[in-house]
């Protein structure tokens, strides 16, 4: 279709992953900036590139990102035809802006503001090739000449539009993922951009796109993961006043998290964003398992042994920590399994959770009650 039809852009991608793709304003994964000084290198540089990225694996439906921007008029003054008229190429240059973009004649005073009052020639946005090379040029001793007899006029056809960035000349080249994570794409896009060769001399590139967002959402998750357990560990604290209970109900909620890994790698989910908010309502939701077993155990342990206590603690618990967990397991089923439009958005948020809650579930109920007798036997001794 593409080479039947010019201009015509194809794309295969699922409806509401697109919409918010186009909602985000980078519908696209794989987004690659190329900048130069001198903009007319960076087309050439564009297709280079895409046609480069294209070959990689898992990379589909590449765009240069050169967009035509209309037929353009090009005047090339010849400066010794100039000078026999008795003007300079600068000269015809002034009155050539002057006639097609205006010049300002005066100035309006209003209430609020002043406003310039800008001359140009009646069908300046409508003049033809004809019409402009017919263009009178005034020279310096009076007499006029038509701009034909100075300058050479060429019709462009499909220039190139020149998009900008901080200032900067700027062309993007995208491209869509398939089959792959878009970690190990966009490794294999900067190993092959980073080749001696690949780029021009004064070429540089940028990643952005959906790759460069989700950086960014990762380092800000990083961070509210951090807080949120150091957050949690001193809530802890305050609750048991010991050191070693806070130890053991995080270290089980993250070692929890594992699981999620092992999950996505199973079922052929990428990791991504949805998928790291799942990580981390582990850490809360594993968290609130244990305090269940932690608190009965603590409620025991001043009526009997801290062995028995431990062991009571957990077959009183098993009960409602299965009701819980089979009860979200149960609820985000429909999710993890993709069942119904718009679910594969939230997919990998519910195998994080069921991952992680399988395994959370076993460590509450048989590794916590080992651990909680070392560490009290170690304190009573």
């Known amino acids: 279709m593409t080479a039947k039809v010019r201009g015509v852009q194809i794309e295969v991608a699922q409806l509401i992953e697109d919409l918010i793709g186009d909602l985000t304003a980078v519908p696209q994964p794989i987004e690659v900036k190329l900048y130069a000084d001198d903009p007319a290198v ?17 990379v589909v439906e590449v765009k240069d990102g050169v967009q035509l921007a209309g037929d353009a008029l090009d005047v090339k ?39 310039d009052v800008r001359v140009r020639l009646p069908e300046a946005l409508t003049i033809s090739e004809t019409g402009l090379a017919q263009l009178p040029i005034r020279a310096i001793d009076g007499h006029v000449f038509p701009l034909s007899r100075v300058a050479s006029l060429k019709s462009v056809t499909g220039q190139p539009q020149i998009s900008r960035e901080n200032l900067e000349p700027m062309i993007a080249v995208t491209g869509r993922i398939q089959g792959r994570g878009i970690g190990a794409a966009v490794a294999d896009v900067t190993a092959a951009l980073d080749r001696p ?21 990762f380092a800000g998750l990083v961070k509210v993961f951090g807080a949120a357990l150091v957050a949690e560990f001193a809530l802890l604290l305050i609750l048991y006043r010991r050191f070693w209970l806070p130890v053991i109900i995080i270290g089980c909620s993250l070692l929890s998290t594992t699981a999620v890994f092992t999950a996505l790698w199973a079922s052929g989910v990428d990791l991504n964003i949805t998928a790291l908010m799942g990580m981390t309502m582990i850490i809360g939701i594993g968290t609130e398992m244990a305090i269940f077993y932690v608190s009965e155990f603590e409620d025991l342990a001043r009526h009997m042994p801290p062995p028995e206590a431990a062991r009571a603690a957990s077959r009183n618990r098993l009960r409602p920590i299965t009701m819980t967990t089979l009860a979200a397991i149960f609820t985000l089923l429909p999710l993890a399994l993709a069942i119904g439009q718009g679910a594969g958005i939230q997919q990998p948020l519910a195998i994080a959770i069921i991952a992680g809650l399988l395994l959370q579930y076993p460590l509450v109920l048989l590794a916590m009650p080992v651990l909680v007798r070392l560490t009290t036997g170690r304190r009573a001794t």
């Not at 960076?42 to 898992?58: N, T």
């Not at 000269?91 to 802006?97: A, K, S």
């Not at 001399?201 to 950086?215: K, N």
């Open 42 to 58: 960076l087309p050439g540089e564009a297709r280079k590139v895409a046609a480069l990225i294209g070959k990689i694996d898992g």
């Open 77 to 115: 003054i010849d400066p010794v035809r100039a000078g026999l008229e008795g003007v300079t190429p600068a000269d015809i240059e002034t009155q050539l802006n002057a006639a097609l973009t205006g010049s300002v004649a005066t100035t309006l005073a209003q209430a609020s503001k002043a406003v």
């Open 197 to 217: 060769g690949a780029l021009g001399p004064g070429i540089r590139y940028e990643l952005g796109g959906l790759y460069q967002q989700q950086q960014i959402a």
